[in-house]
Structure formats: structure tokens, C-alpha cells
């Protein structure tokens, strides 16, 4: 009797169970759309699908028009994209902006500095690259171009030296100046650019004894007054030695803050960003310089030089991270 009762209650779950399963089932009427909220450029194209046979319209076709489902981005403004099946209406939000439209994280492009080739660089989103060519009436001719890319990650530098101005290869340091917060309201050194705010500078060297160098730079923090010149990179207040780098926040080669490769007389170099500041903002500014015997022969960015500007001194790069 007890063996039935128990039989009973369990199938009687199981019928519960099973009847409960059934209800959560999705109906396989109920309308709905593959995107439900979307940003686009002027003149972008996205293509909205249902599971229903729909009719189609735009709450405002001065900002995006749709047909058979596809949705093109027609002035700067948001619009309702409506899809109607009967009685049932599904909605999909769209944002039209001016310009570019930043690509989700998964499409964010990388720079590969193994693979010899500098080809990856022209499919790079052009919003994104910044570039400094040096003019031939420029002060210091030591440096032709720089590109500059930057994702989350890593910051990526694309250098070609002018070989004429460059004639001692032994050792040939090659700095970055980084504003990496963004703000005029920290950092210094404005000796060769007309803005003073750099909180980070990496020195390292891209030749060494007549051979291109692999860049793994030194790290310095700017320590001095904000707006501040010279070489306040080093603390006077802190014993240092060689051993420490001279006040390094990371010594030369001590940890993999860089990679690089040398493709065509141009220096591809990647720079991984956590390892110099957690404040990089999604703009941040950066200059560079190279040398010999520790005295610049070329600046970027640069101007030609003037008699009021005679070094062609300029503000350094401003550059938009892809995230």
C-alpha cells in the first residue's frame, strides 16, 4: 500500500513537472527581433531580421529609413524601428551619429610586431591613427614620420629615422613623452614641446652597436612642479645608482614594457600600457624625440622653424583609444 502511495505522489510530480516544462516553452508566434537597440554612422547600413513576417517603419526618416528590414543611418538623431505582425509590435532603437562608429571590443584590431610586415597598419581605422610627418623646413631633421595607434591594451608606434641625422649607431635613445591622463593639470617637461604635461617618459634605444634595437624602455615619472621644465625625471631627493636606473620607475630591459621590430628601416614598436599608468584616458596626449650623444637631432610632432619658434616646437599628439 505504501509501495502505491509513494508510486502515486511521484508520478503525480512528474506529471507537475512535466506539465510546468511545458508552459515555459517560448511561443513560437511571439514576435521578436534580432537587435533591439543599434548604433550607427551617417550613411551605415544594419540589417534587422524577425521571426515573424512584419511590415516595417521609422519613427523618423529624416534621421533613418528602413525597408525589408534594413536600416541606413540618414542625419545625427535617434529614431524608433518599428516592426508590426497583427497586433504584435517589437521595437529596435537606433542612434545615428556623425562620423565613425567605435567597433564593439571584439573587432578592436591589433598590431602584429612578429610577423615582419607592416602591412596591418593600413587596416587600421583611420579615426584611430594619428600621424606627424617632419617638414623639410623643420629644425631638427633627425626624425621623418611617426604613426601612433592605441587600443585598451597596448599603445603602438610606428618610427622611421632619418639615417642622414643619425650617424653614431652604437646607441641611439628614442623617447616618449605621455600625457596619459589627458590633463594640462599634471605633469612638466615643456623643453621640447609647447605643452608641458607629460606624467611618463620611457626612454630606450632603437639601435645598439650598428644593429636595430629590440624597445624595452626605462620608465621615468615626472616628480617636479606641474608645468615644470628640465630634467626633473630624476629625484635629487633619492639616492640612486646605476643599479637602479637613475630613478627609473622601471629599468631598461627589466621588464617587457615593449617589443618591436625593425621592417624597412622603420621601427614598429608595441607598448604595454598597464605597465607604465592605470590613468590612460580614452584621449591622451604623446610626443617624441630621438638623439645622439644625449642631444635631440629630430622632434614630433614639429613645425617649420620661425624666428619666434626657431626649434619648431609644437603640442604633442592627441590620440583617441579604439576600445
Known amino acids: 500500500m505504501k509501495a502505491n502511495k509513494f508510486f502515486a505522489i511521484a508520478l ?89 562608429v567605435t567597433p564593439p571590443p571584439s573587432d578592436v584590431p591589433e598590431i602584429n610586431v612578429e610577423d615582419n610586415s607592416l602591412a596591418d597598419w593600413d587596416a587600421l581605422p583611420a579615426e584611430f591613427v594619428v600621424e606627424a610627418v617632419c617638414p623639410e623646413e623643420a629644425a631638427m631633421l633627425g626624425l621623418k614620420s611617426v604613426k601612433v595607434y592605441s587600443t585598451e591594451m597596448y599603445l603602438y608606434v610606428l618610427v622611421e629615422p632619418n639615417m642622414d641625422d643619425i650617424t653614431d649607431l652604437e646607441w641611439v635613445p628614442f623617447h616618449m613623452y605621455i600625457n596619459a591622463d589627458g590633463s594640462d593639470e599634471t605633469g612638466g617637461y615643456g623643453d621640447e614641446f609647447a605643452d608641458a604635461n607629460a606624467e611618463w617618459l620611457l626612454e630606450g634605444s632603437i639601435y645598439a652597436e650598428g644593429n636595430p634595437y629590440s624597445y624595452n624602455p626605462a620608465v621615468f615619472s615626472w616628480w617636479g612642479e606641474v608645468g615644470g621644465s628640465g630634467w626633473d625625471w630624476t629625484d635629487p631627493s633619492v639616492e640612486h645608482d646605476a643599479s637602479d636606473f637613475w630613478g627609473a620607475i622601471i629599468g631598461e630591459g627589466q621588464l617587457p614594457v615593449g617589443q618591436s621590430q625593425c621592417v624597412d628601416g622603420k621601427h614598429e614598436i608595441r607598448i604595454l600600457k598597464e605597465l607604465i599608468s592605470e590613468d590612460f584616458a580614452d584621449e591622451f596626449g604623446i610626443g617624441f624625440d630621438i638623439q645622439q650623444n644625449w642631444s635631440s637631432v629630430g622632434v614630433l610632432p614639429c613645425v617649420a622653424a620661425t624666428d619666434e619658434n626657431p626649434n619648431g616646437y609644437t603640442a604633442k599628439l592627441r590620440v583617441k583609444v579604439n576600445k
Open 12 to 100: 503525480a510530480a512528474l506529471t507537475l513537472g512535466f506539465v510546468a516544462c511545458k508552459d515555459k516553452e517560448p511561443q513560437a508566434d511571439k514576435l521578436s527581433l534580432n537587435k533591439t537597440e543599434v548604433t550607427i554612422a551617417v550613411d551605415e547600413t544594419v540589417q534587422l531580421t524577425a521571426n515573424l513576417e512584419v511590415a516595417w517603419a521609422s519613427s523618423n526618416e529624416a534621421v533613418a529609413t528602413v525597408e525589408a528590414g534594413l536600416v541606413k543611418g540618414i542625419a545625427a538623431g535617434e529614431a524608433n524601428i518599428t516592426a508590426k505582425a497583427g497586433d504584435q509590435t517589437a521595437v529596435c532603437k537606433v542612434t545615428v551619429k556623425e562620423g565613425g
